[in-house]
C-alpha cells in the first residue's frame, strides 16, 4: 500500500514553523472521536489538518510546533499505552511511538497537558490555532492561557497574539507533492476500478444500493478503509438530485445511473462520476446530452495549466454547454445572451470542480485578492460539468426530462497542462456501450 513516507510530515512541519513569526507557538488537536449511536463509535478518521502535520492516526492528541525550541521543535501530547484498553480498542504508540514512529522530539501523556503545555505557551509572543473550528478545544486553550495570566503578577508573560492556523496551513496543503500525487493516484486506481465493476454489474430490476455494494467491494478489495464520502448511486429521475443519498430505488430498463463516487488512501481522497444506462444502451436523446457534458469536461481539461485561472475551466464548460442546448432545442436565443443571464443555470447550476486533496472539498482560497486564483504546478482539482433535465420540467419535450448526466476526473496541474488521474474508467458512448455489452455476454 502507498503512503505519504516520515520524511515528508517532518518537511510539511519545517515549512510550517519556517512560516510562522519568530518567539510563536502552534497547537492543533486530533480530531474527535464522534458517536454513531449510544456507546457505539463512527469509525475514526483523523482530522486532516492533523493528518498532514503527523501521520498519527490516534485521537485524543495534539501537536505542538515550538521553532527554535531547544528540547525538539515538535511535542506530541498522546494517550499513554495501556494493555487493558489495548486488549478492547487495538495498539496505541504510546509517548514511545510517538518519538519512535512518528518523528515527535518530545512526547507527553495528554493527561498531562493541562500541567505542561501552559509553560510552553508561556513567554511566546504569539499562538497559531485553528480557531472557531473546535469550539470544545478553544476553550481549553483559553483555560491555558488564562492560568498564564493568573501568573502575570509574578512575571509569567502570556502570549498577545492570537492567528488562525489555518491560512498558512491550508495554502501549503493547496500545493501537492509528488509523495501525494501517488497516493491520490492509487486512490484514483482502485475507485476507477470500482466504476469499471459497478458498470460490468448493472442491469435492470437491481437496487441502486446493489450498485453501491460493488463500489464498497472494491475500494476495500483494494486497501481503502472508507469511502472518500457518502456514495451517489442515483438512477433515472434520482440523477437530478445533485447529492442524493438514498441509494434504495430499482434500477429500471430505459434509465440511467449516474455515481459519484471514490474511496479514501492514506486520508487522500479521489472523486469520481460517471453515467451510463442501465441496459448498456445509450437511447438518441440520453446519447446526446452525455457527448454534450463530455465535450464541455474535454473543453475544460484544455483551460487547466500554469497561469491559466481557476474559473477559466468552468466558463469553458458553460460555453459548450450552452452552446449545445441551444442545438438540441433546449434553450433559444443567443449563446452569449444566454451565458450573460445564466439561462444555463436551470440544466446545470454548479461549478465545474472543486479543489481535491486530504479533503474531498478540500482547502485553500479560490480567490486571491479579489481574482480568480492563478493555477500552478501541484494543485489538484476536480473536472466535473453535468446537465440536469428535471423530470417536472414543462418547458422541454417529454424525451428529455429526468435524464441528469454528471462526468467527473481529478486532474493535477503539471508544467505541461493537466494530468488525469481517473482516465482508468472508460468514458465515451462506444466504450461504455462495449464494456457492458462485454460483461453481459461473460454473464450468460
Known sequence: MIHI???????????????????????????????????????YRQDSDFQYLSGFPEPQAVIVLIPGRE????????????????????????????????????????????????????????????????PEFDRHLMEWINVIRSKAHLG???????????????????????????VMREAARISAQAHIRAMQASRPGLHEFSLEAE?????????????????????????????????????????????DAGCEIDCYASDITRTWPVN??????????????????????????????????????????????????????????????????????????????MDVHDVGEYRVGGEWRVLEVGMALTVEPGIYISPDNQQVAKKWRGIGVRIEDDVVVTKQGCEILTGGVPKSVAEIEALMAAARVQAS
Not at 157 to 174: I, T
Not at 231 to 251: F, K
Request: glycine content about 8%.
Open 5 to 43: 513516507p516520515k520524511a515528508e510530515y517532518s518537511r510539511r512541519r519545517k515549512a510550517l514553523m519556517a512560516q510562522m513569526e519568530p518567539n510563536s507557538i502552534a497547537i492543533l488537536p486530533a480530531a474527535a472521536v464522534a458517536i454513531r449511536n449510544r456507546d457505539v463509535e463512527h469509525v
Open 71 to 134: 528540547h525538539g521543535e515538535y511535542v506530541l501530547f498522546c494517550r499513554e499505552r495501556n494493555p487493558e484498553r489495548e486488549l478492547w480498542d487495538g495498539l496505541r504508540a504510546g509517548q514511545e511511538g510517538a518519538i519512535r514512529d512518528y518523528g515527535a522530539d518530545d512526547a507527553f501523556p495528554i493527561t498531562d497537558i493541562d500541567d505542561i503545555l501552559p509553560g510552553l505557551i508561556e513567554g511566546r509572543d504569539r499562538v497559531y490555532s485553528a480557531m472557531g473550528s473546535n
Open 156 to 182: 509569567a508573560q502570556p502570549p498577545n497574539e492570537f492567528v488562525a492556523l489555518d491560512h498558512l496551513l491550508h495554502d501549503m496543503r493547496l500545493y501537492k507533492s509528488a509523495a501525494e500525487v501517488k
Open 215 to 259: 463500489l464498497d467491494y472494491e475500494f476495500r478489495k483494494g486497501g481503502a478503509k472508507m469511502p472518500a464520502y457518502g456514495s451517489i448511486v442515483a438512477a433515472g429521475r434520482n440523477s437530478c438530485i445533485l447529492h442524493y443519498q438514498q441509494n434504495d430505488a430499482v434500477l429500471k430498463d430505459g434509465d440511467l445511473v449516474l455515481i
Open 280 to 357: 448498456g444502451r445509450f437511447s438518441p436523446e440520453q446519447k446526446a446530452i452525455y457527448e454534450l457534458v463530455l465535450a464541455s469536461q474535454e473543453a475544460a481539461f484544455a483551460q487547466i495549466a500554469p497561469n491559466k485561472h481557476w474559473n477559466q475551466a468552468h466558463e469553458a464548460t458553460v460555453q459548450v454547454i450552452t452552446a449545445g442546448l441551444v442545438r438540441l432545442g433546449l434553450l433559444e436565443g443567443d449563446v452569449d445572451q444566454l451565458i450573460a443571464s445564466e439561462a444555463y443555470k436551470t440544466f446545470y447550476m454548479h461549478r465545474a470542480g472543486h479543489w481535491l486533496g
